[in-house]
Each structure stands twice: as structure tokens, then as C-alpha cells.
């Protein structure tokens, strides 16, 4: 099965609103002369309510403190804290350290999001074996860097061992089924992790990005990666009960993420048999659920164990931020939890670029700018002619005044004309659309790049920008690149009557700026710092060009070919005028 993902909404918004405002110029103007949350129980009936910690600001064993004999025990080292409890060996809290990574209370962000026993992330699973399911696990051994749980029962014993490995966010889970019988056993294994997030918080902002809850389960089978959200593991069929989608074999690790953080298990050794992911609306109303239960199982292949034998399933885990060169450190490809969009193959180049640059400077913003002019400069070969093109359109500025006060009550004629202009000046008037078309993969890329990359999240620039990853709080960005879109449009073409080229001069900036009201810090210092050089570009292409005199064809019968300069100021420059020669008079006469 392909990845199946939706673009991000400003990508399908924008050009649809940018040409519906040329559509509506051109056809309707006038001709011009993290909060408390409810508890499930368990079941799949939209009534229920969802498994989560209050506002994740205390670990879950507190929150289930009643039960008596539970215990939690910590890994530690300088980059997070995982908490384990004796219930099911499960994980009930996992925070990272690092300031980029304190939540809005100031505290380390938590990545373990329910506090029901059986959802807990990172629970095992058994067929053929009966555990209870309030048992509580002996803890044979327990250090910051080690957990070692122990069970007895049903005719086997189980270790399970917690230990923190030594790349960043990693650590392994080994279980160890002894079977104590005088008789082989069939044994199922598999490691379960659930996620809950509300639906508020899951919505992005209409002409935004998505937003950072935006929740997904991911497997990975060989080199294929099926990412799914909400609506792509929900059944169609409400009547139907909930079912898993289930892929494999050959699965490389299954993975549960966010936007900027993940939690992924991997097999140690070889592929697991399947993964399965599951989604449950929990909570309100079928048509309104209150938030939805993100669950993702890997599951190892059945195995016989003989008397007195030993079966071993290790599993290693990341769970932390989606750091490229953590997640490549990891292996699995498990890179891929990383969603880069259509053009990743682009977009991993960017990223790669761009934390190149950071390395050097050790300022984000600096880093963005930089990459943004690299970037123009690489892609002037494709540039230039888009600039010329339009250099010759302004040069043909007088003669479409011309068609356009002629022909003012002929739609027809008038685009007849046009035609005809551009055909005997050998203008393409789509000639500037083949170059923007071309950088549009690369637009794509960055946006992408930008709006995912967790090296920007809570990284700070200079003055009030100390987040690049979310909106410029004081919108300063976003009005300065409104103004360069105005000086911008100024400077570009438009094959409109005076009315309609008015509109679009102060639509698009207004447009623009809008757009940007609500995306990161980031993004928008990308887009000004583009648009500036975009600026200094064209306007030395037009001086360059303002050199070549242009001769213009009339497409209107009885005009006489004239001469013009590619112009730079404005839409008509004036013709110079010719110097008078001085009288010379002959010798001998008045």
C-alpha cells in the first residue's frame, strides 16, 4: 500500500485563491475607460470517553495511586526520563529534556499521552499465555539505566529488561519466556503503544499548517512507508466495529508520531511478522468525538517452545524528538516517521543543506536566510528567462493601452488582438509560467522542510522571534513581506485594463500577508528573504535590458514599428526625445 497523506492545506488554498482573484478581475470587474480530558473503559462506542492524564502534568502511576502496590521505576540519562510500572511493565511517562523541549508550564515535554493501564505505550503482549491483567510484575533489579521485571504464573516465567542504550532517545526491551511445562507451548508476541489526542487540539488553522498534535501511526514494510491519519484508519462503515489495518511481512518498525515527536519500536535482529494500526473515536458525539485513540501493534511471527526452553523477543525503541541524524542513528528507516510531503527527495537535500549551515553559524534564522539565497542563486539559470520574458511584456505596455481602450466593449476582439501583438513581437505570455512552475517543487520542499523540521521547534532568531517554529507573535514578518509583494506586483506585468491590474496590485499583497498571519516564523523569514532577492533580480534584469532597444510591432493596422527600451520604473516608460540639430548656415547667404 502507498502513503497516503494530504498536502498541507496553504498548498491547495493559495494557487485556488490567487487565480480566483485573477478569474473574478478578469470577469466580473467593470470595463474601464494539552487541558483535562475524560477516562475510557476500553470498549469502541463513540459514547466512551478517552484514556488520558490530566493535562500531562503528573505522571500516570500518581494518577492511578488508589490501586496500592503499583510502582514506577526511571530510566535516566541527560536527554529524558522514562517511567515503567510493575502493573504491565508498560511506559507511563516519558519526558525530554533540553529547554527547546519545556512545555508551556515550563516543565519537560511529555510524550506519553493516557494513564489507562491498557493503553499504556509499550506494553507487552501474549497468546498462549494467561497474564492477568492487574498482576503486578516483581522488580528484580531496578537502576537509573537498567529495569529488570519479573512474572510468574500460567506455567512460565517471564523477564522483561528495560535498559537505556547509549544513542540518543534509545533504549531496549528484552522478554524472556521460560516455559517451565513438561509439554511445548505455542507463544504469540507482539508490543503495543497507544496515543490519544483531543480533536481541538488536532485541528490546524484553515489557511495554516497543520497542527504540531496532528497525529499519525506509521509501519514500515521493507522500503514502503504507510503513513495514516484519522480519517484513513477510521472504517467507513459506522455500523461495522472497528478493525486494525494490518500490513506485513517484512515490517522494519511501527511508530506512533506527532509532528515533532514519535515513539517507534523496531525488532532487534530481524523483521517482525505484521504491524497493525487501529483508530477510535472516543468521547461526544459520532459526528463530534472529543479525541481520538491513535493504537499500533508489532507483532512478532508464532513459535513453539519446547520444555524447559527459552524464547527471547528484543525490541529497541526510540522515543523522543524526530531528530534526522537520532532517527538515521537509530536505523530501521526510520527517517521516514520524518514527513517530507511529495518532493522529499528535494526537501531531505534542504534539510541537510540547511542543518550544514547551522553548523557554521549556530543561528537558525541566519541558517534560513543563508540557505533562501543559496537556494535563488541556484536556480537563476531558470530565473533569467522568466525575468526577460517579462521585460519584454512591459515593453509592449503602450501598444496593449492601445488594444485595450480600442477594444474596450469587444471582449473578443481585444483578446484577438493580443494575439496577434504578442505573435508578431514573438512574446509568450505564458513564457514566465514555465520557469515558476519549475521552482514550484522546490517551493514545496522548503515548505515542507520548514514546517516539520524539529530543529526550528522552539528555536529562537533575534529580538521577539524566539520560535521559529511557530507565528510571528507581533505579525511584523508578515506586513514586510506584504509590502515586498506590492513593490513586486509593481514591478511585474499584468495583461489587464487599468481596473483590474489596480485590484490584483492590492489584492495579492493582502492575499499574502493573510496567509502568513498563522504559519512559523520560520516560513515567513524564508519567503521574505526570497522575495527581497527576487526584487534585487528583476529590477537589474530591467536596467540590464533597459540597455537592448526592443523593437515593437503594432498589432493595429496603420501603425508604424517603433522602438523601445525595455523599461524598469514603470509600466510605459516614456520615449526619448530626439536631440534638435543646430541650424548651420552657409557662407554667403542670410
Not at 502507498?2 to 485573477?22: D, F, H, M, S, T
Not at 508578515?478 to 513593490?487: E, K, R, T
Request: net charge negative.
Amino acid at each position: 500500500m502507498a502513503e497516503r497523506k494530504q498536502p498541507p492545506i496553504l498548498l491547495l488554498v493559495l494557487p485556488v485563491a490567487v487565480l480566483g482573484v485573477v478569474l473574478g478581475v478578469q470577469y466580473f470587474a467593470p470595463n474601464q475607460t494539552q487541558t483535562d480530558e475524560p477516562a475510557v473503559d476500553g470498549s469502541t462506542d463513540q459514547a466512551e470517553t478517552a484514556p488520558t492524564r490530566a493535562g500531562v502534568d503528573l505522571p500516570a502511576a500518581e494518577a492511578r495511586a488508589r490501586l496500592g502496590s503499583e510502582t514506577t521505576h526511571q530510566l535516566e540519562d541527560d536527554r529524558l526520563v522514562a517511567s515503567f510500572t510493575n502493573l504491565n511493565t508498560g511506559l507511563v511517562s516519558l519526558r525530554v529534556k533540553g529547554d527547546r523541549y519545556l512545555d508551556e508550564e515550563g516543565k519537560p515535554f511529555e510524550l506519553v499521552t493516557t494513564d489507562k493501564e491498557r493503553y499504556l505505550p509499550l506494553r507487552p503482549n501474549f497468546t498462549g499465555i494467561a497474564i492477568p491483567p492487574t498482576v503486578r510484575w516483581t522488580v528484580v533489579e531496578a537502576s537509573k539505566r537498567k529495569i529488570h521485571f519479573r512474572w510468574s504464573g500460567d506455567g512460565v516465567t517471564i523477564d522483561r529488561l528495560w535498559e537505556l542504550a547509549e544513542p540518543p532517545y534509545q533504549f531496549r526491551s528484552s522478554v524472556e519466556v521460560h516455559n517451565q511445562q513438561e509439554t511445548p507451548r505455542q507463544l504469540g508476541f507482539s508490543i503495543t503503544s497507544a496515543h490519544y489526542v483531543r480533536r481541538e487540539d488536532e485541528k490546524g488553522g484553515f489557511f495554516g499548517r497543520p497542527s504540531p498534535a496532528l497525529s499519525h501511526g506509521i509501519c514500515q514494510v521493507a522500503d514502503e512507508t504507510i503513513r495514516e491519519d484519522r480519517d484513513g484508519l477510521l472504517s467507513e462503515d459506522e455500523s461495522r466495529p472497528m478493525q486494525p489495518h494490518t500490513y506485513g511481512p517484512g515490517v522494519e518498525y511501527v511508530a506512533l508520531s506527532s509532528v515533532y515527536f514519535a515513539i517507534i519500536a523496531a525488532p532487534e535482529g530481524q523483521t517482525a511478522e505484521r504491524c497493525d494500526l487501529l483508530t477510535t473515536d472516543r468521547g461526544g458525539t459520532p459526528d463530534d468525538p472529543d479525541g481520538s485513540l491513535f493504537e499500533a501493534e508489532l507483532a512478532s511471527a508464532p513459535i513453539e517452545i519446547g520444555p524447559g526452553e527459552t524464547a527471547t523477543f528484543r525490541t529497541l525503541v526510540y522515543a523522543g524528538p524526530k531528530d534526522f541524524d537520532a532517527l538515521e542513528e537509530f536505523g530501521h528507516r526510520a527517517t521516514n516517521v520524518i514527513d517530507l510531503g511529495w518532493f522529499s527527495f528535494i526537501a531531505r537535500g534542504m534539510s541537510w543543506l540547511l542543518r550544514t549551515i547551522y553548523d557554521f553559524i549556530g543561528n537558525w534564522g541566519v541558517a534560513i536566510i543563508l540557505l533562501t539565497i543559496l537556494v535563488r542563486v541556484l536556480l537563476l539559470p531558470f530565473v533569467i528567462p522568466q525575468f526577460r520574458n517579462m521585460a519584454k511584456q512591459r515593453a509592449l505596455k503602450p501598444e496593449i493601452d492601445k488594444i485595450n481602450e480600442l477594444y474596450k466593449d469587444d471582449r473578443e476582439k481585444k483578446g484577438a488582438a493580443m494575439m496577434e501583438l504578442w505573435r508578431k513581437n514573438k512574446v509568450n505570455p505564458l513564457g514566465g509560467c514555465l520557469p515558476v512552475l519549475l521552482q514550484m517543487p522546490i517551493f514545496f520542499a522548503l515548505y515542507q522542510t520548514l514546517s516539520t523540521s524539529i530543529e526550528l521547534y522552539h528555536a529562537p532568531f533575534v529580538w521577539w522571534w524566539a520560535d521559529l517554529s511557530s507565528p510571528d507573535p507581533y505579525y511584523v514578518l508578515p506586513v514586510v513581506l506584504g509590502a515586498l509583494m506590492f513593490i513586486q506586483q509593481k514591478l511585474t506585468p499584468i495583461q489587464m485594463d487599468q481596473m483590474q491590474a489596480k485590484v490584483m496590485l492590492y489584492a495579492m499583497p493582502l492575499m499574502m500577508t493573510f496567509f502568513m498571519l498563522l504559519l512559523p516564523t520560520g516560513l515567513c523569514l524564508y519567503m521574505v528573504t526570497s522575495s527581497a532577492i527576487g526584487i534585487t533580480q528583476q529590477r537589474y534584469m530591467y536596467w540590464k535590458m533597459d540597455k537592448e532597444r526592443l523593437t515593437v510591432v503594432s498589432a493595429i493596422d496603420g501603425d508604424e514599428p517603433e522602438d523601445h527600451a525595455a523599461e524598469t520604473e514603470t509600466a510605459a516608460a516614456p520615449k526619448r526625445a530626439k536631440p534638435r540639430r543646430k541650424k548651420r548656415t552657409r557662407r554667403g547667404r542670410a
